[in-house]
């Protein structure tokens, strides 16, 4: 949109009127591999799907617009954004990546990037004095997750952000948990923007999708460099899948964060609950700071329970909370990350993190709050 508008406005009208020969409002599927020249030296602007495709350019265009940057990308899902972004550093390079990542970014960094030469330095990002201290060994990068996944610490991006740049460095902040409509890494100060738009931003749980956006075009094309290299593209379906996702994000996230609230205090009264990690609540460490840099909390919650026992019994009992890995859609999820989405993290990594044999986490949705209370109370005692 030409105009300058206000998020949801924005979001809502994600992809509208691309296709000026028809006036479709609805961004068509562009279902196709190649585009046709129309003479030599010729082209519409689009050549070849993996190079560029309207559907997919439809989507980086709202994701650019919406996150104040110049260029975005979009990949087949976050862990070829993850791999994409690290293609931008070479053997010697040195990267600080928060310590308690989603477990397939620690996978890719620890197992395949390292051992090509790229040394990752695992840090707590919510502690400001251990950034301080990577800064001053010439890190390349910072790569923030905040909230991480799952224990919720919050980084400070926007410090972070200005002893970086001082340094030279550049800061990265995978924005799953929050998404635009809650946090904006650009506007504080960060250098690109990492989704797995998988999660909230196509929020249905019927698409796996990544999302790069690049605050300077420079960086947009050095990016875009090795994405049409290496080619692991959106394809136009799961395209339009998430452009009409993102048309309703800011009323899905507004629904799942008011949800969000509510359980994570119900669970803090909870006798068989004995910690509840949610940043809205006003006793988690890292409230303040999240408040002053974002205008919401999130809708994910972590909790541990009093026994293992009751972990299963939980998994086992549930019916509105769905037992799978994943979070951010309209349904609510409920995962037990020592097994699933951290299962590949080493053990003494794990326990150090905190991700016990009782944490669950939950991933809350739209339903009625109701519900979704009603459904942990039956599960937790048995009825
Ligand atoms: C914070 C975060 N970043 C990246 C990823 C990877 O995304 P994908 O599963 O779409 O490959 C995930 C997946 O759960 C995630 O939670």
């Not at 550093?89 to 477990?103: I, L, N, R």
């Not at 809205?280 to 026994?307: C, M, R, W, Y």
Request: aromatic fraction near 8%.
């Amino acid at each position: 949109m030409k105009k300058k508008v206000r998020i949801e406005t924005a979001l809502a009208h994600a992809g509208t009127c691309w296709d000026e020969k028809t006036g479709a409002v609805s961004m068509p599927v562009y279902q196709t591999a190649t585009f046709h020249h129309p003479g030599l030296g010729q082209s519409t602007g689009y050549d070849y799907s993996r190079s560029g495709n309207p559907t997919r350019a439809a989507l980086e265009a709202v994701m650019a617009e919406i996150e104040g940057g110049a260029k975005a990308l979009a990949f087949s899902s976050g862990m070829a954004a993850v791999d994409c972004l690290f293609r931008i550093f070479k053997p010697g390079d040195a990267v600080a990546v928060t310590e308690d990542p989603y477990g397939g970014t620690f996978r890719l960094l620890d197992k395949i990037f390292r051992p090509m030469g790229i040394d990752i330095i695992f840090v707590d990002t919510s502690r400001i004095e251990e950034v301080k201290d990577v800064l001053n060994k010439g890190v390349k990068a910072v790569l923030i997750e905040s909230p991480t996944n799952p224990m919720l610490r919050i980084a400070d991006i926007p410090a972070i952000s200005a002893m970086a740049a001082e340094k030279g460095a550049l800061t990265i902040v995978d924005n799953t948990f929050l998404t635009p409509c809650v946090q904006r890494p650009i506007d504080l100060g960060a250098d690109a923007v990492l989704y797995s738009a998988t999660k909230y931003i196509s929020g249905h749980n019927d698409v796996l999708a990544g999302i790069l956006v690049a605050k300077e075009q420079e960086l947009g094309d050095r990016l875009y460099f090795y994405q049409n290299s290496t080619g692991a593209v959106l394809g136009p379906w799961d395209s339009w899948l998430t452009l009409r996702g993102l048309k309703t994000l800011s009323l899905r996230m507004e629904q799942q964060q008011k949800n969000a609230l509510e359980i994570a205090l119900w669970l803090s009264k909870h006798p068989l609950v004995t910690k509840v990690i949610y940043p809205g609540l006003t006793d988690h460490p890292g409230h303040k700071l999240l408040k002053n840099q974002a205008n919401g909390f999130g809708a994910i919650i972590s909790f541990e329970v009093d026994n293992h026992e009751l972990v299963s019994q939980i998994l086992s009992r549930v019916e509105v909370f769905l037992f799978a890995e994943s979070l951010g859609g309209v349904e609510s999820l409920i995962t037990f990350p020592a097994v699933q989405t951290h299962a590949d993290v080493d053990s003494h990594i794990r326990e150090h993190l905190g991700i016990n044999d009782r944490l669950l986490r939950i991933s809350v949705g739209v339903e009625a709050v109701e519900d979704l209370i009603d459904d942990l109370s039956s599960a937790m005692e048995g009825q």
